[in-house]
């Protein structure tokens, strides 16, 4: 039988509506959705709790447990940064555990564990919890093409999560770029050697979405990743009802119900046409974007460094950016673009070209990756790349201290778990999150956690408008500092509306 796991809740959300579809747009929809057969529900991680506490003023948790409530029967997923959670740093062991205990607690049955670096050392300690605390954790492999990355590799890789207890393994393709015949011999390696289901996540930017699960269907995957076909297409995922019929016509045992997917897609067209005409949904977002196949450059990292430049004023440069793209890449050791990796790499590639000189200004977070801080590169680090970065620059590293300290300021101001986690993970956004729902309820409001400015230094200011997966997100803040960029000059809509 072929499972299928629906993303319209997040990575079609994600991809196409920056996250912004709020409680109200599929409250009403769940039910049906629980009825369909679906292998599972993508429906939280990623950036949906970023944008719940950022943009849409809900409580993310309140949301899972809404989900939860009207979905009963569907196993619930979410997708996990491994060691960053749901944010940009590395946190401790401690916090890893009370966020994926929090998480499980509110109603998750799935956990879609990655890392960046596919570092099994930044995803076991969320694999163990996971198992823990009675939940099922999902390895993804990050999928990406470069001198250093084979088959033989990935399989190799694969095989270390299933025995750290992986109880099934995802072939996690963010750009778009793996290429049909490529999932059929990948699939068929993994499935000779695991023993545990295979399921495979891809995104139709480049136009290979179908193409790519079809062949993954015939080499014997167990699940694919799609969106309800409103939702699907461009930057999403490939439809639903699509590869459903497709695969049945293939000899495959689907176990959808065909009825209620008409109705889900009824009830999100007019979602979907309410985020397309307040410009939420970008048509860009939709089209074939070939580019990302050639230049490995992700469709939504390319459109984002497109705004970023157009909004410095220097739209000229556009070429040269996305020639030093795989160049500052190449010098990393190649990890694959996908977050927090891709925010870095671009991030540093505008760098590089704004200031004239390769590596005169550093990022903090590549300072932080060339020491190992991250995990292990894939490939070998340029040496003298390495020397530069080092010896040119000095960064503030937030300690495991300060957020331990957070989480016990936390405890004594009589927090409970799920509040302590949105301070640790987002000390900003956390302050003004939790004053606002405090005013409505108690007219002022205070709070002690947060008085500690220093907390975001390394977290991103500026507005991440679409965090995760393949999009980048362009670290504005951190380039303004270092270049001199009156960030008042950005034109934030502008940014958003070319991803
Ligand atoms: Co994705």
Same mark, same amino acid.
């Given at each position: ?13 994600? !991809? ?5 579809? !709020?409680? #109200? ?17 993508? @429906? ?7 944008? @719940? ?48 205990? @929090?998480? /499980? ?35 993804? =492999? ?19 999560? $299933? ?6 393994? @995802?072939? &996690? ?22 023993? +545990? ?26 699940? /694919? ?37 008409? &109705? ?20 860009? !977002? ?10 490995? %450059? ?23 950016? +996305? ?56 490939? %070998? ?49 956390? $302050? ?8 409505? #309820? ?7 956690? !947060? ?12 507005? =991440? ?24 000059? %950005? ?9």
């Amino acid at each position: 039988m072929l499972g299928f796991t629906e993303t319209v809740l997040r990575d079609a959300n994600q !991809s196409l509506a920056a996250t912004r579809m !709020s409680k #109200e747009d599929f409250i009403d929809i769940l039910s049906e959705m629980d009825k369909v057969g679906y292998y599972s529900v993508e @429906c939280w991680g990623g950036a949906t709790f970023d944008s @719940c506490i950022r943009y849409l003023d809900e409580d993310p948790w309140e949301r899972l447990r809404l989900i939860r409530k009207m979905m009963p029967n569907t196993k619930l997923q979410m997708l996990l940064r491994g060691q960053n959670l749901l944010g940009y740093n590395h946190y401790p062991t401690e916090i890893v555990r009370d966020f994926i205990e @929090c998480a /499980i607690k509110n109603g998750i049955d799935i956990i879609r564990i990655f890392d960046a670096l596919n570092d099994l050392d930044n995803i076991k300690d969320a694999v163990k919890a996971t198992l823990e605390f009675g939940a099922h954790p999902s390895c993804a =492999l990050c999928y990406t093409v470069s001198p250093v990355h084979n088959v033989a590799e990935y399989v190799k890789i694969a095989q270390e999560m $299933e025995a750290l207890g992986a109880q099934s393994i @995802c072939i &996690k393709d963010m750009s778009g770029c793996l290429m049909p015949d490529k999932a059929y011999e990948l699939v068929r390696a993994l499935k000779k050697v695991l023993s +545990v289901p295979v399921i495979l996540h891809t995104h139709n930017s480049s136009g290979i979405a179908q193409m790519t699960c079809l062949k993954a269907i015939e080499a014997g995957i167990d699940v /694919i990743d799609t969106a309800i076909s409103c939702f699907s297409g461009g930057t999403s995922q490939a439809p639903t009802e699509t590869m459903a019929l497709v695969a049945e016509n293939c000899g495959k045992k689907v176990n959808l119900d065909m009825p209620t997917l008409a &109705k889900i897609n009824s009830h999100f067209k007019k979602v979907f046409d309410r985020l397309f005409e307040d410009k939420t949904i970008n048509y860009h !977002s939709l089209q074939t974007d070939t580019q990302s196949l050639i230049s490995q %450059i992700p469709g939504g990292m390319y459109s984002n460094l497109l705004s970023q430049l157009k909004a410095q004023g220097i739209l000229d440069r556009i070429d040269e950016v +996305v020639a030093e793209v795989p160049e500052v890449r190449k010098d990393l050791g190649y990890p694959p673009l996908v977050t927090p990796i891709s925010q870095m790499v671009g991030t540093q590639a505008v760098a590089n070209v704004i200031a004239g000189e390769r590596y005169k200004i550093v990022l903090n977070e590549v300072k932080a990756y060339v020491l190992g801080k991250y995990g292990k590169a894939p490939g %070998i680090i340029d040496f003298e790349i390495k020397e530069k970065i080092i010896n040119n620059n000095t960064s503030s590293e937030k300690t495991v201290d300060s957020y331990l300290a957070t989480k016990e300021k936390c405890i004594a101001n009589g927090l409970n778990s799920e509040d302590m986690l949105i301070h640790v993970m987002f000390p900003q956004l956390a $302050e003004k999150f939790f004053s606002k729902e405090k005013e409505v #309820e108690e007219g002022v409001y205070k709070f002690a956690c !947060s008085e500690s400015k220093d907390q975001d230094q390394q977290l991103p200011v500026a507005d =991440l408008r679409k965090v995760d997966d393949d999009i980048l997100v362009l670290l504005l803040a951190i380039i303004s500092s270092h270049i001199n960029v009156d960030v008042n000059k %950005i034109n934030i809509k502008n940014v958003y509306e070319c991803q």
